[in-house]
């Protein structure tokens, strides 16, 4: 049964009280500025965690707090329009980081995370390959620089505590739109925006395991909201928080796997090692304007 709105919450640093009214039947406000709006499509409640959005207690997606990105030093291809990479076959339309990555993460990213492109997609490893850290993790970062428009791909995570799968837009230190799926809860997605060092991380529960099979995740990315679909099917909207413009910030595309080095135990939890590499797989990334 298809379940067309479930909840309204704010959420922001004024609003403190957790959700009471989930599961409740309210309007859909649309995309007014303060609100954020909840559209449930599997289930009939949504998981929203309000508080942490107000401590910051999760670490940035795919680069590090403190402005030491590797998505921006890479050099942006001068070209606008839509973009279909299948996975595949080749991977000349990215750049792929090696011995670098946030000082704060339990791994680096490098080269070899990457692995060779197939018939089901590109996959990035964890191992223990990193000289620099404990494991070795992998980015994918698209040339092109990006524009509003909708963007997609299908991912497989992990149920791995600890360890990390994103797809995100990023203008480092600046503004940053997320997907994450994190190996603590692998039924469930975050969203998240990121304002300067302002998070505002939404979690929802998916219907499936996200670990067990591809699946497709969206945002599209407007100047006036962004919103996040799910197979399709769009779960959460938002037209309270501002990114910056594209066209004066230097954004890009990444996908990436990556582990916690603490305990994140509202979020992803802290990567132990399972004993054996893990992987995060990925396909059909696509933007259309
Ligand atoms: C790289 O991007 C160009 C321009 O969008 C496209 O024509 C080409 O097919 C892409 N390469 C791959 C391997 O997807
Ligand atoms: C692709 O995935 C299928 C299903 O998991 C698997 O049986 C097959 O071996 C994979 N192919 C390659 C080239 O890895
Ligand atoms: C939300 O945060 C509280 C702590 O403030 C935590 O107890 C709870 O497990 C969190 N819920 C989710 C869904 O992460």
Request: glycine letters at 8%; aromatic letters at 10%; one cysteine or more.
């Amino acid at each position: 049964m298809r379940t067309t709105i479930i909840a309204l919450a704010l959420i922001g640093a004024a609003f403190s009280p957790p959700p009471t009214a989930l599961g409740a039947a309210v309007p859909f406000l649309g995309n007014t500025r303060n609100s954020v709006a909840f559209l449930g499509y599997t289930r009939n409640s949504v998981d929203v965690n309000l508080s942490l959005g107000q401590t910051q207690s999760k670490p940035v997606a795919g680069v590090p707090p403190l402005g030491k990105t590797t998505s921006n030093a890479v050099p942006a291809a001068d070209r606008i329009g839509p973009f279909f990479e299948p996975l595949t076959s080749s991977l000349s339309n990215f750049s792929i980081p090696d011995n670098q990555g946030p000082d704060r993460w339990a791994c680096s990213y490098i080269r070899g995370a990457v692995d060779t492109p197939d018939i089901n997609g590109t996959s990035i490893t964890i191992a223990k390959k990193s000289k620099r850290k404990p494991f070795s993790c992998g980015e994918l970062v698209h040339i092109q620089r990006p524009q509003y428009g909708v963007y997609s791909v299908d991912m497989i995570s992990t149920n791995v505590r600890g360890h990390v799968t994103g797809f995100f837009l990023i203008a480092n230190g600046v503004s940053e739109i997320d997907v994450e799926l994190t190996g603590l809860d692998s039924e469930a997605v975050w969203f998240n925006i990121w304002e300067g060092s302002k998070q505002n991380p939404v979690k929802i529960p998916l219907g499936f395991d996200a670990a067990k099979g591809f699946h497709n995740y969206q945002i599209e990315w407007r100047k006036d909201f962004i919103a996040w679909s799910v197979d399709g099917k769009q779960i959460l909207k938002r037209s309270d928080i501002n990114t910056v413009d594209p066209a004066t910030n230097s954004y890009r595309l990444a996908l990436n796997s990556w582990t916690t080095a603490v305990e994140e135990n509202m979020w992803a939890g802290k990567f132990k090692w399972p004993g054996t590499p893990i992987r995060s797989q990925f396909r059909n990334l696509r933007y259309t304007p």
